[in-house]
């Protein structure tokens, strides 16, 4: 064989497997997308759906009018309220404690600054729900139960944010601080004037994460969140029927908010997290 015909060959099956794994990736939501476009009787009769229907419309419509609870105060425009705020609670503490966390640690002569760091990662070994007894016990003391800022607070994830600003601050040249000290700048005046401008694209994919993390949180609003009226999309979707089309429905509509991040943000996320010298 040919060295020309076992490229082409190499290629071929790189393609395959490329295809095949996107195929794989993608193909629950667009199941998902087409059973949310027929009826519940036929989903509970076929099982979920290949293609396209035509009751997209009304079954969409009927979500937009969902009300539920003894008190008819769950619908999906507070559910979508709810899923934003602590979204976007989540992703913007996260972004600028990790970015605040990052500075100090490489900026400022803190002799435990190591430690400290590799104490911060350890929290990755401790998720949220390990330490739901005591975090619950704290929230409600604090007297958060039942509100955005108890469901934000203890769902801000520090260590990856920490960890990627921090490798990106060590990737600067030493010549940008000494030039902010020549230039007479303060620790505040340089993290405005240098750091920022430098870190937006890296803080753009931790938002973006953070967006995403905050967005599909499920067991600690449960547990957090007693009052209908704070009920978000992820925990909402059980009380539509998980298996009939306008459940369907709701489902892709839950998807939407960080699809669309996502795109938004795909070159700034893609690039800043590959490169760290992507800012120069």
């Known amino acids: 064989m040919s060295a020309t015909r076992r490229a082409r060959l190499q290629a071929i099956v790189t393609h395959l ?12 939501v667009l199941v ?36 539920a609870g003894f008190t008819d ?11 934003l705020i602590i979204a976007l609670g989540v992703a913007v ?18 002799r435990l600054a190591a430690f400290l760091f590799w104490l911060t990662l350890c929290t990755l070994l401790l998720p949220l729900e390990s330490r739901f007894i005591t975090t619950f016990q704290v929230t409600a003391a604090l007297d958060l139960i039942n509100t955005h800022l108890g469901m934000v607070l203890p769902a801000l994830s520090l260590a990856l944010g920490t960890l990627f600003f921090r490798q990106l601050f060590l990737s600067f040249p030493n010549e940008y601080l000494e030039a902010a000290k020549l230039d007479g700048a303060g620790p505040w005046r340089f993290l405005v004037d240098f750091i920022l401008p430098l870190s937006w694209r890296r803080g ?5 994460v953070a967006f995403m993390i905050g967005w599909n949180q499920y067991l600690w609003p449960l547990m957090i969140a007693t009052d209908e009226t704070r ?20 489902v892709t509509l839950s998807i939407l908010p960080p699809l669309l991040l996502v795109f938004a943000f795909q070159r700034w996320f893609f690039r800043s997290l590959a490169d760290d010298k992507a800012h120069f």
């Open 231 to 250: 009920y978000t999309l992820v925990r909402g979707i059980r009380l539509v029927g998980q298996e009939s089309g306008t459940g369907m429905a709701l």
């Open 32 to 67: 998902m997308i087409a059973s949310s476009t027929h009826t519940t009787s036929l989903l509970g009769l076929q099982g979920l759906q290949l293609w396209p229907g035509e009751q997209a419309l009304a079954n969409y419509t009927r979500v937009l009018k969902f009300q």
């Open 17 to 28: 497997i490329l295809i095949g794994g996107v195929v794989f990736l993608i193909a629950p």
């Open 204 to 208: 753009g994919a931790i938002f973006v």
């Open 93 to 110: 503490g996260t972004t600028a404690l990790s970015l605040l966390a990052a500075y100090g640690m490489v900026y400022f002569r803190i």
């Open 73 to 83: 105060q769950i619908t999906a425009r507070d559910m979508l309220a709810n899923s």
